[in-house]
């Protein structure tokens, strides 16, 4: 159990162009779902928390606008990068909790933006 | 700032060594600590998760906890070679994990 998935799990795109990232919990409803960011041979950032049917809480010094967060049920979330620049190429991982603290991590996906 | 200091490695060790990595955290009102296993390319993979003050065995994996020096350990007995890996350590205050820069293993056949 506690399987979380993401799609796509590699993106490549242009310059200025919007990317949506799906995050789902497949065999648990997650009562929170976050968003991390990884930049090569660094640990994970967490960029924001989201909470079914509330906005999303950013970690300081991430832009909303830029990020946007859609926790649309209680086993999907979506990250949606706007306006996307070659500085937002990154690994983007989703985690979920089932349990009180313990979170499983999703896949991830890489985002490249040419 | 709540900060979780690892070294960085790597750390090298011998085929059925045990590999011994350690983890400082600054927020003493930390509660869960966990250790995550990383792949090159890959997501965190949940090893171990730690709660109480002492030690805490899953098969091969080790993991303490002395929450007044605010030290997390893990150790590896029998590394094999897919134990290759980074090592991530994560405190949790809240519902939030903080993770450290995490420690490269790498086992020798």
Redesign the interface.
């Known amino acids: 159990g506690a399987v979380v998935s993401q799609h796509p799990s590699r993106v490549i795109c242009k310059s200025g162009t919007s990317v949506k990232i799906e995050c789902r919990s497949l065999d648990f409803q997650a009562t929170t779902m976050f968003w991390y960011r990884q930049f090569p041979k660094q640990s994970l950032m967490l960029m924001a928390t989201s909470n079914e049917g509330s906005k999303a809480t950013y970690e300081q010094g991430v832009e909303k606008d830029k990020f946007l967060i859609n926790h649309a049920s209680l086993t999907l979330s979506t990250l949606t990068v706007t306006s996307a620049h070659p500085e937002d190429s990154s690994f983007y991982i989703c985690s979920a909790t089932r349990e009180a603290d313990t979170q499983y991590f999703g896949p991830g996906t890489r985002l490249t933006v040419l | 700032q709540k900060e979780v200091e690892q070294n960085s490695g790597p750390l090298s060790v011998p085929e059925g060594a045990i590999a011994s990595l350690n983890c400082t955290y600054s927020d003493r009102g930390s509660?869960?600590f966990?250790w995550?296993r990383q792949y090159s390319?890959?997501?965190?993979?949940?090893i171990m998760?730690i709660y109480s003050n002492g030690d805490k065995e899953d098969g091969r994996f080790t993991a303490q906890l002395n929450k007044a020096s605010q030290y997390v350990s893990l150790l590896i007995r029998d590394s094999q070679p897919s134990d290759s890996a980074t090592y991530?350590c994560a405190a949790?205050g809240g519902?939030?994990?903080?993770?450290?820069?995490?420690t490269r293993v790498l086992v020798k056949p």
């Open positions: 509660q869960s966990f995550y390319g890959k997501s965190p993979e949940l998760s991530l949790q519902n939030k994990l903080t993770f450290g820069g995490g």
